[in-house]
């Protein structure tokens, strides 16, 4: 089992950035393959990024291509989620996600097995 907690939430202004943060206990985190996904008032969780445990291939959803970045330090069980060019609709609950393993659709919400308490990102026009 592993217990995730995402940081690095906040208020920012259009066209600034912002870094996530998602620290992971346990021995394992390599294992796991990863992923973002946020949560607007009133809408659903939508998938925003992910990378596989193993080949640490990586995806986007195609609303955030281009200006965020997902990466992860095995050495240090932490994922990022490193956010560019930031625009009003990218205001939600921002949670990371994991499930073991590597081969399964990342890009479902329902995949994933654990997942954080979420942080709250504020983008201002």
């Known amino acids: 089992q592993v217990q995730l907690v995402e940081s690095g939430g906040g208020l920012v202004q259009a066209g600034g950035s912002l870094r996530l943060s998602c620290a992971a206990s346990?021995?394992?985190?390599?294992?796991?393959?990863m992923g973002w996904f946020r949560q607007a008032p009133g809408k659903e969780r939508d998938f925003v990024a992910a990378?596989?445990?193993?080949?640490?291939?990586?995806y986007y959803a195609d609303s955030v291509k281009g200006r965020f970045t997902i990466s992860r330090d095995n050495a240090k069980n932490t994922m990022y989620l490193q956010m560019n060019s930031l625009k009003p609709e990218d205001t939600a609950v921002y949670y990371c996600?994991?499930?073991?393993?590597?081969?399964?659709?990342?890009?479902?919400?329902?995949?994933?097995?654990?997942w954080g308490q979420g942080t709250q990102v504020t983008v201002s026009s």
């Open positions: 990378i596989r445990s193993k080949t640490n291939t990586t």
């Open positions: 996600a994991a499930r073991p393993g590597y081969s399964f659709s990342v890009q479902s919400a329902g995949s994933f097995n654990y």
């Open positions: 346990g021995r394992t985190f390599s294992t796991y393959s």
